[in-house]
T-cell receptor, first 112, second 114 residues
Framework: GNSVTQMEGPVTLSEEAFLTINCTYTATGYPSLFWYVQYPGEGLQLLLKATKADDKGSNKGFEATYRKETTSFHLEKGSVQVSDSAVYFCALTTDSWGKLQFGAGTQVVVTP | EAQVTQNPRYLITVTGKKLTVTCSQNMNHEYMSWYRQDPGLGLRQIYYSMNVEVTDKGDVPEGYKVSRKEKRNFPLILESPSPNQTSLYFC?????????????FGSGTRLTVV
């Protein structure tokens, strides 16, 4: 079956530091890949997505590239802010039934 | 504003007392789904619906029921809640079930069963 593996958190960094959250996947077929963000007390919000190999998704300064050869979709941001403190979920879908398979989530804490 | 609305946000109930968590979306989305979020497990799908009157089980459907009588509403029913159903629940909707469509999530319902 499909699975998504994310690096464990919490990840703690200082403001303006570089952020990387690793995500690797196992899937049958050709998945679409997503990053969702969950701010404290809120639901998940779609951050970015990529639907085919070598696609780069980007939003709010975050980027992730769909790497088929390494089955990865790592999330990066060049300079984080305190407001980026949240839990980040990597997810994929492969089928026509719309099911999203989520990783366990990575908590990111950015300090001033 | 395009949104998915869940109610209630917080609920404490006792074992065996039937409850319903409502979910409504105003985007005319075909696809709706329920997830539960538990620490260390991420989100797991409970049930989903491709369209009105079309529902199917996700990964963890035991102890839950759903219905989709109208396109905008997708309530989650716990006929006889148990403590292992204490969790954070999210309703989500999408334009379609096809690949590449992102979900819009509700704000969540934190359920405690004592």
């Amino acid at each position: 079956g499909n699975s998504v593996t994310q690096m464990e958190g919490p990840v703690t960094l200082s403001e303006e530091a570089f952020l990387t959250i690793n995500c690797t996947y196992t899937a049958t077929g050709y998945p679409s890949l997503f990053w969702y963000v969950q701010y404290p007390g809120e639901g998940l919000q779609l951050l970015l997505k990529a639907t085919k190999a070598d696609d780069k998704g980007s939003n709010k300064g975050f980027e992730a590239t769909y790497r088929k050869e390494t089955t990865s979709f790592h999330l990066e941001k060049g300079s984080v802010q305190v407001s980026d403190s949240a839990v980040y979920f990597c997810a994929l879908t492969t089928d026509s039934w719309g099911k999203l398979q989520f990783g366990a989530g990575t908590q990111v804490v950015v300090t001033p | 504003e395009a949104q998915v609305t869940q109610n209630p946000r917080y609920l404490i109930t006792v074992t065996g007392k039937k409850l319903t968590v409502t979910c409504s979306q105003n985007m005319n989305h075909e696809y709706m789904s329920w997830y539960r979020q538990d620490p260390g497990l991420g989100l797991r799908q409970i049930y989903y619906s491709m369209n009105v009157e079309v529902t199917d089980k996700g990964d963890v459907p035991e102890g839950y029921k759903v219905s989709r009588k109208e396109k905008r509403n997708f309530p989650l029913i716990l006929e006889s809640p148990s403590p292992n159903q204490t969790s954070l629940y999210f309703c989500a909707s999408s334009l379609s079930a096809g690949q590449g469509y992102g979900y819009t999530f509700g704000s969540g319902t934190r359920l405690t069963v004592v």
